[in-house]
DNA sequence: CAGGATCCTACTCGATACTG
DNA sequence: CAGTATCGAGTAGGATCCTG
């Protein structure tokens, strides 16, 4: 998406990670619920569809911010978690959102 | 940009105001300065051009993180500078960068 | 000096339909 | 249940040239 080399803060890489429409939220789902499958993520973020957060997660999983768990069952079974990367983010996510709520209408 | 109604926290207006390619770069630069000119801004955030830097104030003062000074001298002369909105949101976009010091490789 | 005007590309996001 | 495949639209961002 961004990726701006010579910066000497690394906030583009952050944006990477998690500027997307969606991500942030995404994680803050998980969060809420520890561990939490596909469909239950599809319907708590509202508006998200099935492509979309299959895209979120994948950024995500990527880099390392959540784990995914597979059960390989049928009918299939997946679970989200946060891994400690992703859980040393929320405090910041949370101060984010606190700011919107505050300054933004 | 996102836009997301029917949210219980107000994460998507925040990416609405900063969430660009180089909004949060920009603030970083004139929180340096305090007081700082559209050129000298130019050169400081590396790689930008004179239109991403036009387009990214332009949200930033619609959204009132920045105020807009201009002199009515000839050649041209304005400053910008951070509002207390503005202001307000260094902290956490310092936490944001620290996070990915640590956690971006 | 501080932008505006134009044109263009690339990528994100979405809708719909289908599958192991 | 948990996705994938495909196609299409909108928009952020960029290149280049021009101006009060």
Redesign the interface.
Known sequence: ??T?K??N???????D?V?G?WR??IL?VINKHKRVRFNQLRREV??ITTISLTRGLDVLIE?QLVEKYDFETMPLHTEYELTE?GK??M???K???Q??????Q
């Open positions: 998406m961004l701006n010579n910066w803060c690394s906030m583009s890489r952050v944006l990670v500027g429409k942030m939220n803050w509202e508006g880099n990367k040393s983010l405090p910041i996510l101060d984010l959102n700011w919107g709520k505050e300054w933004l």
